[in-house]
Nanobody, 127 residues
Framework: QVQLVESGGGLVQAGGSLRLSCAAS????????MGWFRQAPGKERWFVAA????????NYVDSVKGRFTISRDNAKNTVYLQMNSLKPEDTAVYYC????????????????????WGQGTQVTVSS
């Protein structure tokens, strides 16, 4: 079983920054990639960013490009999401997820491509 634990959420003013962390653990943890998703109240959970463990290649949703950066520390099995220039519309519960297998046809943005999920961390951006 794989466990994903997010941390780093909180309340910040618009224009501020937060860094989320996602620590992965479990018996012989191994995955192809990690992703961050977010879910605002009353809305679906949407893709934010993804990173492959081996190559470090990344993907972002257009709305966060240039503001958010996903990174990983392979030695610590930890993935980070640095969020700068935060906006009120970034307010959501942020979830990290692990994909066991390579993405098919660029499906990094699909929830179904990920096998394990964390419990989520709340990010609130005030205006």
């Amino acid at each position: 079983q794989v466990q994903l634990v997010e941390s780093g959420g909180g309340l910040v003013q618009a224009g501020g920054s937060l860094r989320l962390s996602c620590a992965a653990s479990g018996r012989t943890f191994s995955s192809y990639a990690m992703g961050w998703f977010r879910q605002a109240p009353g809305k679906e959970r949407w893709f934010v960013a993804a990173i492959r463990w081996s190559s470090g290649s990344t993907n972002y949703v257009d709305s966060v490009k240039g503001r958010f950066t996903i990174s990983r520390d392979n030695a610590k099995n930890t993935v980070y999401l640095q969020m700068n220039s935060l906006k009120p519309e970034d307010t959501a519960v942020y979830y990290c997820a692990a994909a066991s297998k390579a993405f098919v046809s660029g499906s990094y943005y699909r929830r179904g491509s990920y096998d394990y999920w964390g419990q989520g961390t709340q990010v609130t951006v005030s205006s």
